[in-house]
């Protein structure tokens, strides 16, 4: 008999207790997304707060072909005047979410692994949909390191990293950039366009762990909304030349409906010849890691993730 999947028991009394504060969220659909983006800021914002304190946090806005791009640069306590930076993108579903609803995760990565963050805020869809999301975060890697010196960056060390579609965007960046770079941090991403693998389906698709199976088909309708853009390896980056990268770490979690996304991502980087770590988390959810604090799944995952900057980047 298969053992049905559980929470991590922390993990579900912080989720229980959070259910209880904030209600249940509303089902997801283009008449309601803008309450739906107000709601996802009002549960996510109080938990952007506390954390590590860095020795300097600033926002800038800086200047890309035919548009301006928000970025927030966190410098750790202990930084050098100049060293490795990790470029982070949010998740979101590539329709919400910002520097400011991450900005804990940026400054948890920042202060345990000892490297500056630079968070990239880009476009949203579904108003601006792909390729302009992706086109925003390798313009914005691309603008602050053409000021690198101000921002304190090597760039010759440096790490792109996102969360779920964010995640997307990070190894669809990494892809592309030149040159590419040094590792990359996959936490729970999207890498295919298909809703077809194994925990697309029940126990997990059905939304009773959070993120569902209906709620990814519309994130990709308002995302990537002809069949031509879902066959981008840009939009689809399981599917680019993985042979290029360096290093990769990925974070699966194991009750996700994008679970399969990074065990498949895991074997392809393999059979490429790709160095990269996998790590899994059975009893964790999707979007678990904004409980940092709160949950020590969640810390011990940031743990990881660090340690793995680290190592990579280490001078």
Known sequence: MNQVPTLDPVLAAVLAADLRTFGPREPLSRANLEAQRADYLRRRMPRAAGGPAMRESRTETLTAPGREIRVRLHVPADAPATGPALFYFNGGGWVWGSIDSHDRIMRELSGRSGCRVVGVDYRKAPEAPFPA???????????????????????????????????????????AAEPVPS????????????????SYRAPFGDGSFGLSRAD????????????TMRRDPRAAPLHGVLARLRDVFILGAGLDPLRDDSRNLAGRLASSGVDHEFVELAGANHGFLHLVGDVPLADAAIDRAAAHLRRVLAG
């Open 216 to 227: 990814m088909a519309l994130f990709l309708d308002w995302y990537l909304p002809s069949a």
């Open 133 to 175: 999301p992706f086109e925003d975060c390798l313009d914005g890697v691309r603008a602050v390191l053409a000021r690198a010196g101000s921002f304190g960056i090597d760039p010759s060390r440096i790490a792109f990293g996102g969360d779920s579609a964010g995640g997307n965007l990070a190894l669809a960046c990494g892809l």
């Open 183 to 198: 590792t990359l941090l996959l936490l729970y991403g999207a890498f295919d366009t298909e809703l077809e693998t194994g």
